[in-house]
């Protein structure tokens, strides 16, 4: 499952289907990243194959009709690139950043996306939360921490037998993760590295299965998840 590398001949003709909400998408952006510092990549190209593309490299590995949550949302990648090519998708999205809150929310209003709530907390809180604590069959996200400190942010909120998807950059973390994963009631599933089209860099999916609950002392807080990982 994990091991299946990215199909981009089908990835970009996900894109290509839905290349007027990606043009949209890349004039929101740029207009929001002036106020809001969203992201340093803005060159078209880039954000096509950096942002967009690599979003959807992990749309295999969520089942159709899935609950997922994004934790540390930022400016909406992989979300909200997935949510485009897959609306059967209903997503939650977690972003501690007022303003990147607002601008998530725009996105959403202005691509007429459904089935997309932005909430403006903290994980470690809301992981906590009976609300919100194993309630998704997918938790993910991108950039966000270590491998570590992520698997803390994210595997609480996954039920038993869902997964937690970590898109990486080169460097495959699943050693230094495995502790953590194992600890947070996880098993890591597999990682696969892959090239982004036209030479824009390599990056790594990384998935662990839900296999048990989450002790109820996780996610610790207070900076724990970051200040003293589980290795």
Do not use: W
């Amino acid at each position: 499952m994990a091991e299946k590398k990215p199909d981009f001949e089908r990835i970009y003709a996900l894109f290509e289907k839905n290349r007027a909400a990606f043009e949209r998408f890349y004039e929101l952006l740029l207009q929001y990243n002036e106020r809001y510092n969203l992201t340093a990549i803005t060159q078209k190209e880039e954000v096509i194959h950096k942002h967009f593309l690599d979003s959807l490299a992990g749309e295999h590995l969520f089942p159709q009709g899935t609950a997922a949550v994004e934790i540390g949302s930022g400016a909406g990648f992989p979300s909200l690139p997935l949510k485009i090519v897959r609306p059967d998708l209903s997503l939650t999205l977690i972003e501690s950043t007022g303003k990147k809150c607002e601008f998530l929310r725009a996105a959403v209003r202005e691509l007429g996306l459904e089935g997309v709530t932005v909430l403006h907390a903290r994980a470690e809180e809301l992981g906590k939360d009976p609300n919100y604590r194993e309630k998704f069959s997918v938790a993910f996200a991108r950039a966000v921490a270590p491998l570590p400190s992520l698997a803390e942010y994210c595997l609480p909120f996954v039920r038993t037998g869902g997964r937690f998807i970590a898109y990486k950059g080169a460097t495959d973390e699943s050693e230094e993760g495995k502790k953590a994963v194992v600890s947070l009631g996880g098993s890591l599933a597999g990682s696969v590295r892959y090239e982004l089209p036209q030479g824009y860099g390599a990056r790594t999916l990384i998935v662990a299965e839900k296999t048990g609950k989450t002790p109820a002392k996780y996610p610790r807080g207070q900076g724990k998840e970051r200040s003293a990982p589980i290795v």
